[in-house]
């Protein structure tokens, strides 16, 4: 679990870290942050290991750090699946049991996908498999990836590279939810969901409404 969270730990990482130690998960967090020592009490018993880093790298230089961790410190040939995570992202309860699910199961390389530049998985939530973990083309990846500070790099060197490669060398990777899935869930959410909780004012609906139709019809014709 790759953090960054200065002083206090979020209420919803500290659900996220109980529900997956509930479910028998060890638990590597690592935060780019300093935490004050009171929320350090709090969160390290539910932690097998907690790490604190300088931010040079983000997110990546965290994961790489993990996994080093798994690779040199751990019988990683009889690790069922790991499961990477960070907090860019907020997590509610309702839905960490299907979280819980996707990384025991390991099925999905991760939970979305993304087609700027180069189709690729996105990295904020990561299952990894147990045939993916003693892959030798994943570990080497992570052996031999140059942190940097530039956001561009890590997306094109880290996040993008990683997919393409384990695509060349025939690993099946696949998101939970693909992008027009979630195309579907997000203009619903944003054209049909926060009007109706939002505004109330009947003249603005009928706009509302004119615009739906426009962009149905949009659409289509794409």
């Not at 603005?204 to 289509?220: M, N, T, W």
């Amino acid at each position: 679990l790759a953090l960054y969270e200065k002083d206090k730990v979020r209420e919803d990482i500290f659900e996220l870290i109980k529900h997956y130690k509930k479910n028998n998960f060890s638990i590597i967090a690592i935060n780019t942050s300093k935490l004050n020592q009171e929320q350090k009490d709090k969160l390290t018993p539910f932690c097998d290991v907690y790490l604190e880093r300088n931010n040079y790298g983000q997110c990546f230089g965290s994961y790489k750090e993990g996994l080093l961790y798994l690779y040199k410190h751990t019988d990683y040939q009889n690790i069922k699946s790991v499961t990477i995570l960070n907090d860019s992202v907020f997590y509610i309860k309702d839905n960490l049991p299907k979280l819980i699910d996707l990384s025991k199961s390991a099925h999905f390389f991760g939970l979305t996908e993304n087609k700027d530049f180069h189709y690729h998985i996105m990295s904020y939530a990561l299952f990894i498999s147990n045939k993916m973990l003693m892959a030798d083309i994943f570990k080497n990846f992570w052996e031999k990836y140059q942190l940097t500070s530039s956001r561009k790099d890590i997306i094109m060197n880290g996040e993008i590279k990683l997919s393409k490669i384990l695509i060349e060398n025939n690993h099946d990777i696949k998101p939970a939810f693909d992008i027009d899935v979630l195309g579907k869930i997000y203009l619903h959410q944003i054209f049909e969901l926060y009007p109706s909780y939002f505004f109330k004012d009947e003249s603005f609906l009928e706009d509302h409404l004119r615009l739906c139709k426009a962009i149905e019809v949009l659409s289509l014709i794409h």
